[in-house]
């Protein structure tokens, strides 16, 4: 077993970590807003993504929600925020297209939530808007990929803009400023666990 550090030691090296951070603090000196995409087959993404929207809502932040799937059903995300004075949330999906079986259903609410998405990402009063599983649509082919990143990079220069959703397309990974991908390691669903209120919707 390796011998601790003595506390002189210990201080040293925490002295020159700080250093070094305090080095990279320093230089991140530009002011404006950045594209977030949280990817990935893991659990946590939309999850993330709002609670991102409550640290923005600490601040006093004027944010929007649109989500490109949900709106067939209930969940807990807008319940919560909603009604919140400062969130202007749209759930405007037509479920899962293998529950809705409607290529026409499903191509009229993409194009409705990305018309009211882009109303947004040019609106400067918003500082945060989330894109909530909107890379569903660029994997079925129902929205125009270079428009939206037109879009996003066109948008208001303090704007934060957080897009969800498995396999995000790589140029839109380019176009992103900071990008997660949130890892399947172990889900309850495969063991015949019914998906519950408050964890997965």
């Known amino acids: 077993m390796k011998k601790p550090a003595s506390p002189q030691q210990h ?25 977030l995409v949280l990817t990935g087959n893991g659990k946590g993404k939309s999850s993330s993504a709002f609670g991102m929207l409550a640290r923005s809502l600490g601040y006093g ?20 925020f909603a009604e919140h004075p400062k969130v202007d949330y749209h759930a405007l999906g037509a479920g899962f297209t293998w529950e809705t079986q409607n290529r026409e259903a499903d191509q009229l609410a993409a194009n409705n939530a990305w018309a009211m998405a882009k109303e947004r990402l ?23 990929l270079d428009e939206v990143i037109a879009t996003l990079q066109q948008r ?10 498995r396999a995000a397309p790589e140029a839109l990974l380019e176009a992103a400023d900071t990008v997660s991908e949130v890892k399947d390691i172990k889900h309850a669903f495969r063991q015949g666990i019914k998906a519950q209120p408050g964890i997965e919707y």
């Open 11 to 35: 201080q040293q090296r925490m002295a020159k970590i700080k250093q070094k951070m305090d080095q990279k603090i320093a230089s991140a000196d530009k002011q404006q807003g950045i594209i």
């Open 61 to 80: 932040h004027q944010c929007s929600v649109i989500q490109f799937i949900k709106g067939a059903w209930e969940c807990g995300e807008e319940l919560f």
């Open 122 to 144: 040019q609106n400067p009063d918003f500082n945060l808007v989330i894109l909530d599983e909107m890379t569903y649509m660029f994997n079925q082919e129902l929205l125009h």
């Open 156 to 165: 208001p220069a303090r704007q934060n803009v957080i897009i969800t959703g």
